[in-house]
């Protein structure tokens, strides 16, 4: 049997939450986004797009770090830019997303891909494979772990809400969350996540 890899997550107490400047959406509309997707896609191709993984833990059980935006909820990341390799756009957006203003981008710990996700067409729908019927499709996004320190500050943008949210509310709850989300349980499973630091 192989060895689980350890992971370390530290409580949710030694994180401190602050407010910075809000983050606005080029486009907040499914139908919206869709269409500016199909848009870029014409010019750049391949649309690339990176999230993280951020655990943390209350009484003893693993929790991940989401974003909500009214009924949306996310996992922090986004678009590559072109030619701009993964794990430089990741940091790149966590910093732009959740860190304060001095944090550098070289400061993030980012882990192992834990799961990757094709978008065959544009619409909302994501597969965790290439639809056989698929030749090129439109979108793959990788999700990361990235590691936390066992203490830090983040600054979230005034029209975000932070969450920590239990493995178990995630686990099969499409309807909340989505495929993606709520699929992380299964990809964590394989890791020996171990809880830190109990207060």
Known sequence: MAQQIKVDIYNLEGYNIGLKAAHEEKETATLAKLQQMRESYETEGLRRTVDAVMLVH????????????????????????????????????????????????????????????????????????????????????????VNLPSKMNFAIPRNYKILAVPLFELYENTKRYGAVLSSLPQCLARYNLQCMGER
């Not at 990741?90 to 997303?97: D, T």
């Not at 094709?118 to 994501?126: D, G, H, I, K, S």
Request: hydrophobic share 30%.
């Open 58 to 145: 209350q009484h003893n059980h693993p929790h991940v770090l989401l974003l909500q935006q009214g009924h949306i909820f996310k996992l922090p990341g986004g678009k590559c830019k072109p030619g701009e390799d993964e794990i430089s756009c990741l940091k790149r957006k966590l910093s732009s997303k959740v860190a304060p203003p001095d944090y550098q981008d070289s400061q993030w710990q980012v882990g192992e891909c834990v799961s990757v996700w094709y978008r065959p067409n544009f619409e909302a729908l994501m597969y965790p494979y290439v639809p056989p019927h698929v030749t090129k499709p439109k979108e793959v996004k990788k999700l990361y772990l």
